[in-house]
Structures are given as structure tokens and as C-alpha cells.
């Protein structure tokens, strides 16, 4: 009995040792995964202890499952907070690389209404997450002189709205804008846009006060300095620059104002300096009308001129003898004149026509009695 129970002792470990490894292996295969689940039957005991072991096990997997769930749709949310709020922003671009950031576009333009309405720049953008782009102007003065047409989602061009006067303003800072819609109201990516404005010819020289009216003496000498003109253009360079020149288009009745008079320019101080240079003679020709010139060095074609019309008076100087117009050779006096009579009458012209020099009549010689 003993041996029996002693050996049904044996074969009842024997049982639960076999018992306890299947169940060993199925709680194993369990862990490894919960699709085992459906074949758990195969021995109520074993189940049950599998059960009560594996029960756990699920209940702890379906909390973590849930979890992990939670924690991703939670992510989901927060990925979608994140990637509205961390919308990427656009940049400009140049036309093929980007911009250093540093960098400001720079434009020239010609002054002018040749410039107006014409198309300065071409705008480009980028959005990492292609949102359609705005290109804008800043300020009242951007708005002024610029506008901007969308030409597509990150195109755009800009126009000069305003005709440029360099002699005015030969430049302008002005900033760009940028938006995709997202960055928020008033907030944008700017970028600085130089616009250099260029010289044309478009201003003839401007004459400084001269005197319209010069009193010249007649024996002035040649070389004499007469006036000194002064002209000044407000244009850069070449287009700035003067020379004189008298206008041979004038021609005096003599024809000698070209030579009577000559007109030499002082570069570098924008001066022309009018000289006599011929010998004035007031009883040939006592008055002259002269037009100074003043030239810019553009190219011919494109020269701009002003005009300065003066008047030269040469004044009479007393250098001719007075010319007696009617004296009679023979005078016949009859002798019962008496004494202060009339005897004989002379009349005399000063050679000068203009100063009004007395004449005065005087007896050389053989006037005795007279
Ligand atoms: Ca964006
Ligand atoms: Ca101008
Ligand atoms: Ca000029
Ligand atoms: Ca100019």
C-alpha cells in the first residue's frame, strides 16, 4: 500500500511535474503573443492555472495597448498643433540662387518717363510647404513708386510706377515684403530693395545773373575782358558739364561780331569768359547783339544748350578832330562894317559822334584887326 501509494505518490508528481512544464510551455507561448488564446482547453486544471496566469498578463497588455494608443493619438494631436504652429517660412530667391541673407537686391533705373511703367525686377520665392506666396511693398513711399504683379504661386514682377528724377533723389531704400498666409497678420519676410536711380540728360545749363547791357569804349584793347559767364547743369558727368560758344547764327550788319568779340571756357570751373577781340570803332558800328551758348559735353545728339542774349554798346571816346562843314575861301567884307559886324560864319562836327565834345573856334593866325 505503501509501495502502491508511495508509487501513486510517484505517478501523482509525475502527473503535476508534466502538468507544470505543459503549462510552463503554454504560458511561454502566451507571452509570445495573445493569438494563442483560442486553444486553452486542453486540460480544465491547466487552463484554469493558465487563465489565472494568463488573465494577468492580458489585463496588463490591454492597459498597455490602450496606452500606447492614447499616447499616439495624443502625438497625432500634438503633430498637428506643431505643424500648424511651426508653419515653415518662405524665403525670397533670386532668380537661380538663393539670397545671402545679408544681401539687399539692388536696381537701376534710368530717371525719366522712358522708365515708367516698365518692368524693374522679377521676384521669386520659396515655401518649404509650398504655400502660395505674397510679394509686397512697405510704406507709402514703397507703394508710391512700385507695384508688384503676381505672375504665379512664387512669382512676381515689379513695375516703377512713378516717373524718377535723379536731380531730385538718386536713390531709394525700400523693403520687400513676403508672406505664404500663415506667417499671421502683419508679420512678414522682408528684404531690402536699393533702387539706384540713373542719370540721363535731361537738364540744359542754367545761366547765372549776367549783366544784358555792357558799355564797352571803343579804344578798348583786344583782349580786354568784357563778362564772365556762368552756367551750371545739374546733370552727372559729361551731361553736367559746359562749354561756351557765341552764336555765329547772329550776324551784326557788319558781320564782325564773330571776330569783334570771342568767348574762351575755364574747365573745371564751368566759366566762359567773353573777350574783345578785334578793335571796336564806335563811329563804324556803335552797338552789338551777341548770343552766348552754353553747351553740356553729351554726345552730340543728345547735347543740351541754353542761350544768353546780350547787348554790347561801345562808347564813344573823343578821338577824332571835329571837321569843318562850310567854310567859304573867299570872303568879301565891304568896308562900312561895322566893327562887330558880321563878317563870316564856319560850322564844325566833332569827328565823334557820340560825345557831345564843345566845339571851340579860334583865329591862328592873320587876324589882325578881326
Ligand atoms: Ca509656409
Ligand atoms: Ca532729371
Ligand atoms: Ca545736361
Ligand atoms: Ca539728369
Not at 501523482?12 to 511561454?28: A, C, G, M, P
Not at 517660412?89 to 534710368?110: A, G, H, M, W
Not at 522679377?122 to 509686397?136: A, C, I, K, Q, V
Not at 559729361?238 to 562749354?243: E, K, L, N, P, S
Amino acid at each position: 500500500m505503501k509501495t502502491f501509494s508511495s508509487s501513486s505518490s510517484v505517478s501523482r508528481r509525475f502527473e503535476r511535474e508534466k502538468d507544470n512544464r505543459e503549462l510552463e510551455l503554454r504560458r511561454r507561448k502566451c507571452c509570445r503573443s495573445t493569438i494563442i488564446n483560442n486553444d486553452h482547453n486542453h486540460h480544465h486544471s491547466i487552463i484554469k492555472s493558465y487563465h489565472c496566469n494568463c488573465h494577468h498578463h492580458h489585463h496588463h497588455n490591454v492597459n498597455k495597448s490602450q496606452l500606447l494608443l492614447t499616447i499616439i493619438i495624443i502625438i497625432e494631436i500634438l503633430n498637428g498643433v506643431w505643424a500648424t504652429r511651426t508653419n515653415l517660412s518662405p524665403r525670397f530667391k533670386s532668380d537661380n540662387n538663393d539670397f545671402d541673407t545679408q544681401s539687399e537686391i539692388i536696381v537701376r533705373v534710368k530717371e525719366g518717363a522712358s522708365s515708367l511703367n516698365k518692368e524693374i525686377y522679377h521676384l521669386y520665392g520659396e515655401d518649404p510647404d509650398n504655400d502660395p506666396l505674397t510679394f509686397g511693398v512697405l510704406g507709402t513711399l514703397g507703394k508710391d513708386l512700385l507695384r508688384i504683379e503676381s505672375l504665379s504661386n512664387n512669382e512676381a514682377k515689379v513695375y516703377l510706377k512713378k516717373e524718377l528724377d535723379r536731380e531730385i533723389q538718386d536713390s531709394y531704400t525700400l523693403v520687400l515684403t513676403l508672406t505664404d498666409g500663415k506667417l499671421g497678420k502683419g508679420n512678414y519676410i522682408t528684404k531690402s530693395l536699393l533702387l539706384i536711380v540713373e542719370d540721363i540728360n535731361d537738364n540744359a545749363p542754367i545761366f547765372r545773373p549776367f549783366r544784358t547791357a555792357i558799355l564797352v569804349k571803343e579804344n578798348a584793347k583786344p583782349g580786354t575782358l568784357i563778362e564772365t559767364f556762368e552756367a551750371f547743369d545739374s546733370d552727372e558727368g559729361r551731361f553736367g558739364q559746359v562749354f561756351y560758344q557765341l552764336d555765329d547764327e547772329i550776324h551784326d550788319t557788319n558781320s564782325l561780331g564773330s571776330n569783334m568779340f570771342s568767348i574762351q571756357t575755364v574747365d573745371g570751373m564751368c566759366k566762359g569768359i567773353l573777350r574783345l577781340s578785334g578793335q571796336l570803332d564806335y563811329e563804324r558800328k556803335s552797338l552789338y547783339q551777341l548770343r552766348i551758348l552754353a553747351i553740356d559735353r553729351a554726345m552730340e545728339d543728345s547735347r543740351k544748350t541754353s542761350t544768353a542774349a546780350i547787348v554790347i554798346q561801345v562808347e564813344d571816346v573823343d578821338d577824332q578832330p571835329p571837321i569843318f562843314t562850310s567854310i567859304p575861301s573867299i570872303t568879301r567884307i565891304s568896308e562900312d562894317t561895322p566893327i562887330g559886324g558880321h563878317v563870316l560864319q564856319v560850322t564844325a562836327i566833332d569827328g565823334d559822334k557820340g560825345v557831345n565834345n564843345p566845339i571851340t573856334y579860334r583865329i591862328i593866325k592873320g587876324g589882325n584887326g578881326l
